[in-house]
C-alpha cells in the first residue's frame, strides 16, 4: 500500500528539497489515481462505457515526473509526456495552479482533461501532444533540430535560450520502430538537448518485457551518441547491498527475471519473504536484513528502484553539464505503491471502490477532501505552496507568448513560364523564383524531403538556399570539378533540411518545424515533399502533426496512374480521401500552374492564421499545354474557394463535366466532343474538392442554400442534370457533387491498383481517358431522359 513519506524540518537543502518533493509525489499519486477513480466509479455514466484511465502507467511515472516540474524544467524546456501518464501531467498542473479542478473531476470527459496530453484539446499548455505511441518521442529530436535551425540563424526572441527537449518514454514505446527512424536521423544530424526519460517499467499492455532488452536498448542509444545513464537501484536498496551479504542480494535481483520479479511486486512482502528465504536464507546477512523487516517494509525495499527515488533521480539529472543526447533508463514498478503493482494484467486495471477506500485511509484523506491539492499533507499546505513558487521553473513560463507577427506574402507569386509544364515543374520554378530574392517570405521558408528532393522538383530552390548543418560541410563533386547539376554544400545558413527516406521522420519534422512559432518564437514555413503514394506510409505521423495544429506545406508528386511507366507501387490511388478526410489539411489539385501559383500564394498566408491549417497540393509529372490567360483576382478566388466555370452552363443546361487536376485535357476532349450534340454543356475545373465539399457541407448543416461555392456555382445548372466527375485518383472524391443538385451522375477514376504501361494505355484501361468519359455522359443523359 501507500508509502506516505512525512517532512521534517532538516537543516539539509537537499534533504528539505527531497521531503518536499515526496511529499509532492504523494499528492500526485493520489490526485492521478482519484481523478482515474472518480471518472470510472463516482462520475455518472449516460452510455455504460469504461472510461479507463491507465492507472498503473501513472504510478510508475510520478516521481520522474514529480523531480522534473518541481525540480528540474526550466522555462525554455519542452516535454512530451508518455500518453498513459496523462492524469500525472494533469495533477501535476492543478497544483501548479494552472488548471482548474473542473477539468481534472470532468478527466476523459467533454472539455475535460484529456485522455492523452493535446496540444489543442486541452485547456493547459501542452508542449507536445502524444497518443500514438513513440510518435511524441521522436518529435522531440526533430524539435531539437529545428531549435538548432531557429538559434543558428538568429531568427529567436531577443534573451531567448536554447532549451532541452524531454521525452518522458514508456519502455513498451521503444518498441516503435519510428523510433529508430528517428535515432538514426538525429544521429546523422548531431542533435543536442534532447532526454529522453525511459520509464522502464518491464511491463507491457499484455505481457512482461523481454529479459534481455535492456542490454539491447543501452547499447543501441550509445551506438547512436547518447549518453546513457541507468537508475536501477533506489537509496534503500544501495544500503542493503553495503551490509553483509548484500553483493549477493544485488546478484540475486540482478538475475531475476523481469516476469518473476513483477509476480513477487504484487504478492507484496510475503512473496519477496518466501522467495528470498528460499534462495539465500542460507546467508546470515540476509537472515538478519529479513528479521529486521515486516512484510510492508521488505516489499518497500525491493521495489525501491531507481525511478521510484527522489534524490538519485535529481542527482542524475543534475549531473548532466553538457548538450549531448541522454537516454535515461529508469527502472520503475508498474502500478507502484498501488494494489495492483506488478501485476501483469495491469495495464487497464483499476481499483476497486474497497481499494480506493482502503487507499485513501492508508494516506489519512478527509472524507470530501479528496480534491484538495494537499490533502495527503494539509499541515504542510503553506510549505508546500512557497516550495511549488520558489522551486517550480516551469512554473514561471508565461501562460500566454505573443505569437511572432505574421511573414509577409507578396499580391502574387512569379512563376518563370512555359508553354508545356507538369504542376510538379511549376511548383519548383515557383520555389526557385522564389529563391532569387531575399524577402521575409524567402527567408521563412524551409523545405524538407526524404531523400526525394531533386527527383520533386527541390533542386533549384536547393541550389540558391543550400542545405542546413550544423557544420560547414563542403560539397566535394563541385571542389573536385566534377559537373553536377545540382549545389550539395551544407552549413548553418542552409535553407533545406535533408531527411533519409523514412516518411515518419518526414511528417515529425515538418511538425515540429510548424510548431516552431509556439516552441521557439520564430515563425517558419515549412514545405515538405514526397511521393504521393508515400502519404500513406507515414500517415500516423501526419495525422500527428495536424493534432498538434502544427502548420506547413505537404507536396505530394507524382500522384496518380499517370506516373505511367513507374507502375502500381509508385501510383497514388486513395491520397486524394485521405486529404479531404484529415482535419488540419486542406487538399488542393490543381492542373495548370497560374492556378498553382495562386494556391501556394494563399496557402503560405493562410498557414499563419490563428484559424488557418496545413496545405497538401497533389501534383503531377504529367506536362500539360498550359491556358492563354492572365488568372485575374477574381479568378484566383475561385481557384482557391475549389472550382471555376472552364466554360459556363448555357441555357437549358443538361451536362456538367468536372475534372480535377491532370486529367484537364481528357475532359476537355471529350466536352468538345459532347458539346456538337449538347449545346448547353459545362466544363468546371475542380482546383480543391476538399475546400468545395467542407464549404458545401457547412452550408447544409447550417440550413442555408445557396450560401457555399458549390451551391452558387450550379444555380444555373438544372436539378437532375447529367454530371460527370473525372480525377486520377479514388472516384468518391468528386462523386459526393451529385448531391448538390440531385444530378444524375457518374463517377470516373481509379479504385484499383495501377501497373506500369504509359498514359493513354493506363487511362484507356482504368477509364478516365477521354472515351471513357464520353461513354459516361451518354449513359448519364440516358438516366436522365428515363426518368424523366
Given at each position: 500500500?501507500?508509502?506516505?513519506?512525512?517532512?521534517?524540518?532538516?537543516?539539509?537543502?537537499?534533504?528539505?528539497?527531497?521531503?518536499?518533493?515526496?511529499?509532492?509525489?504523494?499528492?500526485?499519486?493520489?490526485?492521478?489515481?482519484?481523478?482515474?477513480?472518480?471518472?470510472?466509479?463516482?462520475?455518472?455514466?449516460?452510455?455504460?462505457?469504461?472510461?479507463?484511465?491507465?492507472?498503473?502507467?501513472?504510478?510508475?511515472?510520478?516521481?520522474?515526473?514529480?523531480?522534473?516540474?518541481?525540480?528540474?524544467?526550466?522555462?525554455?524546456?519542452?516535454?512530451?509526456?508518455?500518453?498513459?501518464?496523462?492524469?500525472?501531467?494533469?495533477?501535476?498542473?492543478?497544483?501548479?495552479?494552472?488548471?482548474?479542478?473542473?477539468?481534472?473531476?470532468?478527466?476523459?470527459?467533454?472539455?475535460?482533461?484529456?485522455?492523452?496530453?493535446?496540444?489543442?484539446?486541452?485547456?493547459?499548455?501542452?508542449?507536445?501532444?502524444?497518443?500514438?505511441?513513440?510518435?511524441?518521442?521522436?518529435?522531440?529530436?526533430?524539435?531539437?533540430?529545428?531549435?538548432?535551425?531557429?538559434?543558428?540563424?538568429?531568427?529567436?526572441?531577443?534573451?531567448?535560450?536554447?532549451?532541452?527537449?524531454?521525452?518522458?518514454?514508456?519502455?513498451?514505446?521503444?518498441?516503435?520502430?519510428?523510433?529508430?527512424?528517428?535515432?538514426?536521423?538525429?544521429?546523422?544530424?548531431?542533435?543536442?538537448?534532447?532526454?529522453?526519460?525511459?520509464?522502464?517499467?518491464?511491463?507491457?499492455?499484455?505481457?512482461?518485457?523481454?529479459?534481455?532488452?535492456?542490454?539491447?536498448?543501452?547499447?543501441?542509444?550509445?551506438?547512436?551518441?547518447?549518453?546513457?545513464?541507468?537508475?536501477?537501484?533506489?537509496?534503500?536498496?544501495?544500503?542493503?547491498?553495503?551490509?553483509?551479504?548484500?553483493?549477493?542480494?544485488?546478484?540475486?535481483?540482478?538475475?531475476?527475471?523481469?516476469?518473476?520479479?513483477?509476480?513477487?511486486?504484487?504478492?507484496?512482502?510475503?512473496?519477496?519473504?518466501?522467495?528470498?528465504?528460499?534462495?539465500?536464507?542460507?546467508?546470515?546477512?540476509?537472515?538478519?536484513?529479513?528479521?529486521?523487516?515486516?512484510?510492508?517494509?521488505?516489499?518497500?525495499?525491493?521495489?525501491?528502484?531507481?525511478?521510484?527515488?527522489?534524490?538519485?533521480?535529481?542527482?542524475?539529472?543534475?549531473?548532466?553539464?553538457?548538450?549531448?543526447?541522454?537516454?535515461?533508463?529508469?527502472?520503475?514498478?508498474?502500478?507502484?505503491?498501488?494494489?495492483?503493482?506488478?501485476?501483469?494484467?495491469?495495464?487497464?486495471?483499476?481499483l476497486s471502490p474497497d481499494q480506493m477506500e482502503a487507499y485513501k485511509a492508508s494516506l489519512g484523506i478527509a472524507d470530501g477532501r479528496e480534491w484538495d491539492p494537499f490533502c495527503c499533507h494539509p499541515d504542510a499546505?503553506?510549505?508546500?505552496?512557497?516550495?511549488?513558487?520558489?522551486?517550480?521553473?516551469?512554473?514561471?513560463?508565461?501562460?500566454?507568448?505573443?505569437?511572432?507577427?505574421?511573414?509577409?506574402?507578396?499580391?502574387?507569386?512569379?512563376?518563370?513560364?512555359?508553354?508545356?509544364?507538369?504542376?510538379?515543374?511549376?511548383?519548383?520554378?515557383?520555389?526557385?523564383?522564389?529563391?532569387?530574392?531575399?524577402?521575409?517570405?524567402?527567408?521563412?521558408?524551409?523545405?524538407?524531403?526524404?531523400?526525394?528532393?531533386?527527383?520533386?522538383?527541390?533542386?533549384?530552390?536547393?541550389?540558391?538556399?543550400?542545405?542546413?548543418?550544423?557544420?560547414?560541410?563542403?560539397?566535394?563533386?563541385?571542389?573536385?570539378?566534377?559537373?553536377?547539376?545540382?549545389?550539395?554544400?551544407?552549413?548553418?545558413?542552409?535553407?533545406?533540411?535533408?531527411?533519409?527516406?523514412?516518411?515518419?521522420?518526414?511528417?515529425?519534422?515538418?511538425?515540429?518545424?510548424?510548431?516552431?512559432?509556439?516552441?521557439?518564437?520564430?515563425?517558419?514555413?515549412?514545405?515538405?515533399?514526397?511521393?504521393?503514394?508515400?502519404?500513406?506510409?507515414?500517415?500516423?505521423?501526419?495525422?500527428?502533426?495536424?493534432?498538434?495544429?502544427?502548420?506547413?506545406?505537404?507536396?505530394?508528386?507524382?500522384?496518380?496512374?499517370?506516373?505511367?511507366?513507374?507502375?502500381?507501387?509508385?501510383?497514388?490511388?486513395?491520397?486524394?480521401?485521405?486529404?479531404?478526410?484529415?482535419?488540419?489539411?486542406?487538399?488542393?489539385?490543381?492542373?495548370?500552374?497560374?492556378?498553382?501559383?495562386?494556391?501556394?500564394?494563399?496557402?503560405?498566408?493562410?498557414?499563419?492564421?490563428?484559424?488557418?491549417?496545413?496545405?497538401?497540393?497533389?501534383?503531377?509529372?504529367?506536362?500539360?499545354?498550359?491556358?492563354?490567360?492572365?488568372?485575374?483576382?477574381?479568378?484566383?478566388?475561385?481557384?482557391?474557394?475549389?472550382?471555376?466555370?472552364?466554360?459556363?452552363?448555357?441555357?437549358?443546361?443538361?451536362?456538367?463535366?468536372?475534372?480535377?487536376?491532370?486529367?484537364?485535357?481528357?475532359?476537355?476532349?471529350?466536352?468538345?466532343?459532347?458539346?456538337?450534340?449538347?449545346?448547353?454543356?459545362?466544363?468546371?475545373?475542380?482546383?480543391?474538392?476538399?475546400?468545395?465539399?467542407?464549404?458545401?457541407?457547412?452550408?447544409?448543416?447550417?440550413?442555408?442554400?445557396?450560401?457555399?461555392?458549390?451551391?452558387?456555382?450550379?444555380?444555373?445548372?438544372?436539378?437532375?442534370?447529367?454530371?460527370?466527375?473525372?480525377?486520377?485518383?479514388?472516384?468518391?472524391?468528386?462523386?459526393?457533387?451529385?448531391?448538390?443538385?440531385?444530378?444524375?451522375?457518374?463517377?470516373?477514376?481509379?479504385?484499383?491498383?495501377?501497373?506500369?504501361?504509359?498514359?493513354?494505355?493506363?487511362?484507356?484501361?482504368?477509364?478516365?481517358?477521354?472515351?471513357?468519359?464520353?461513354?459516361?455522359?451518354?449513359?448519364?443523359?440516358?438516366?436522365?431522359?428515363?426518368?424523366?
Amino acid at each position: 500500500m501507500a508509502d506516505v513519506r512525512a517532512i521534517s524540518q532538516s537543516p539539509d537543502p537537499l534533504s528539505q528539497e527531497v521531503e518536499c518533493l515526496a511529499a509532492l509525489e504523494d499528492q500526485v499519486r493520489w490526485l492521478s489515481s482519484w481523478m482515474i477513480h472518480n471518472a470510472n466509479h463516482l462520475r455518472r455514466k449516460r452510455d455504460g462505457l469504461k472510461v479507463g484511465g491507465h492507472l498503473a502507467s501513472c504510478s510508475s511515472s510520478t516521481a520522474l515526473l514529480t523531480a522534473l516540474y518541481f525540480g528540474v524544467l526550466r522555462p525554455e524546456d519542452r516535454i512530451a509526456v508518455k500518453p498513459h501518464a496523462s492524469p500525472v501531467l494533469h495533477a501535476i498542473e492543478y497544483l501548479q495552479g494552472r488548471e482548474s479542478r473542473e477539468q481534472l473531476e470532468n478527466f476523459r470527459g467533454l472539455g475535460g482533461a484529456q485522455s492523452y496530453p493535446s496540444r489543442t484539446k486541452d485547456a493547459v499548455d501542452i508542449d507536445f501532444s502524444t497518443g500514438s505511441v513513440g510518435l511524441g518521442v521522436a518529435a522531440t529530436v526533430f524539435a531539437s533540430l529545428v531549435q538548432d535551425y531557429v538559434f543558428m540563424k538568429g531568427l529567436a526572441p531577443k534573451g531567448a535560450r536554447p532549451g532541452r527537449m524531454i521525452a518522458l518514454v514508456g519502455d513498451a514505446e521503444l518498441d516503435e520502430g519510428n523510433i529508430y527512424e528517428a535515432l538514426l536521423e538525429g544521429w546523422k544530424h548531431d542533435v543536442r538537448n534532447v532526454w529522453w526519460i525511459v520509464d522502464y517499467n518491464r511491463q507491457s499492455l499484455d505481457a512482461v518485457v523481454s529479459d534481455r532488452l535492456q542490454g539491447r536498448i543501452v547499447s543501441l542509444f550509445e551506438s547512436m551518441g547518447w549518453q546513457v545513464v541507468t537508475l536501477k537501484y533506489g537509496k534503500r536498496l544501495e544500503a542493503a547491498f553495503a551490509r553483509p551479504d548484500g553483493q549477493s542480494l544485488r546478484q540475486w535481483i540482478d538475475a531475476c527475471p523481469n516476469a518473476l520479479y513483477s509476480a513477487l511486486t504484487y504478492k507484496g512482502g510475503a512473496g519477496w519473504r518466501e522467495a528470498l528465504t528460499r534462495d539465500l536464507g542460507h546467508l546470515p546477512g540476509i537472515e538478519a536484513l529479513l528479521a529486521e523487516h515486516d512484510d510492508p517494509a521488505l516489499a518497500r525495499l525491493m521495489t525501491n528502484l531507481g525511478g521510484h527515488d527522489l534524490e538519485g533521480i535529481l542527482d542524475a539529472f543534475r549531473s548532466i553539464d553538457h548538450d549531448r543526447p541522454v537516454a535515461f533508463l529508469a527502472y520503475t514498478v508498474k502500478g507502484y505503491g498501488l494494489p495492483i503493482a506488478g501485476h501483469k494484467d495491469n495495464h487497464a486495471g483499476l481499483l476497486s471502490p474497497d481499494q480506493m477506500e482502503a487507499y485513501k485511509a492508508s494516506l489519512g484523506i478527509a472524507d470530501g477532501r479528496e480534491w484538495d491539492p494537499f490533502c495527503c499533507h494539509p499541515d504542510a499546505e503553506e510549505r508546500l505552496r512557497a516550495f511549488i513558487a520558489e522551486a517550480g521553473p516551469v512554473r514561471r513560463r508565461p501562460a500566454a507568448v505573443p505569437p511572432p507577427p505574421p511573414v509577409p506574402v507578396p499580391p502574387s507569386l512569379r512563376i518563370e513560364p512555359a508553354a508545356n509544364m507538369s504542376t510538379q515543374e511549376a511548383f519548383g520554378r515557383i520555389l526557385a523564383e522564389l529563391a532569387r530574392g531575399d524577402d521575409g517570405l524567402a527567408r521563412a521558408i524551409v523545405t524538407t524531403s526524404p531523400d526525394v528532393t531533386v527527383s520533386t522538383n527541390l533542386g533549384g530552390w536547393v541550389n540558391r538556399r543550400g542545405l542546413f548543418d550544423r557544420a560547414q560541410r563542403p560539397d566535394v563533386f563541385r571542389d573536385l570539378q566534377v559537373v553536377s547539376a545540382q549545389k550539395w554544400a551544407m552549413s548553418p545558413a542552409g535553407q533545406h533540411i535533408e531527411l533519409g527516406i523514412a516518411e515518419n521522420n518526414l511528417f515529425l519534422l515538418l511538425a515540429a518545424l510548424g510548431l516552431s512559432a509556439p516552441l521557439f518564437g520564430a515563425r517558419l514555413l515549412p514545405v515538405g515533399t514526397l511521393y504521393d503514394p508515400f502519404i500513406a506510409r507515414g500517415l500516423d505521423a501526419l495525422n500527428y502533426a495536424c493534432y498538434q495544429d502544427a502548420r506547413f506545406m505537404l507536396v505530394g508528386t507524382p500522384s496518380g496512374i499517370s506516373l505511367a511507366p513507374e507502375g502500381g507501387a509508385h501510383q497514388s490511388i486513395s491520397t486524394p480521401l485521405i486529404g479531404m478526410g484529415q482535419p488540419g489539411l486542406i487538399y488542393f489539385e490543381p492542373a495548370y500552374a497560374d492556378e498553382l501559383a495562386a494556391i501556394m500564394r494563399w496557402g503560405f498566408e493562410h498557414m499563419q492564421q490563428p484559424d488557418g491549417a496545413s496545405i497538401y497540393l497533389r501534383l503531377s509529372t504529367r506536362a500539360l499545354v498550359q491556358p492563354e490567360r492572365e488568372m485575374d483576382a477574381a479568378q484566383a478566388r475561385q481557384v482557391i474557394e475549389g472550382a471555376y466555370w472552364v466554360v459556363p452552363p448555357g441555357a437549358d443546361c443538361q451536362l456538367v463535366i468536372a475534372y480535377a487536376g491532370v486529367v484537364a485535357p481528357e475532359a476537355r476532349e471529350a466536352f468538345e466532343t459532347v458539346r456538337e450534340e449538347i449545346p448547353g454543356a459545362a466544363l468546371l475545373a475542380v482546383t480543391s474538392p476538399d475546400r468545395l465539399h467542407s464549404q458545401w457541407q457547412v452550408s447544409r448543416l447550417l440550413g442555408s442554400p445557396g450560401r457555399s461555392h458549390a451551391e452558387r456555382l450550379f444555380e444555373a445548372v438544372p436539378r437532375g442534370a447529367a454530371l460527370i466527375t473525372v480525377l486520377d485518383g479514388h472516384p468518391a472524391t468528386l462523386s459526393w457533387m451529385a448531391s448538390i443538385g440531385g444530378f444524375s451522375s457518374r463517377a470516373l477514376g481509379v479504385d484499383r491498383f495501377g501497373q506500369s504501361g504509359d498514359i493513354p494505355d493506363l487511362y484507356r484501361a482504368y477509364g478516365i481517358d477521354s472515351g471513357a468519359i464520353i461513354e459516361a455522359c451518354a449513359v448519364a443523359l440516358r438516366d436522365r431522359a428515363g426518368r424523366d
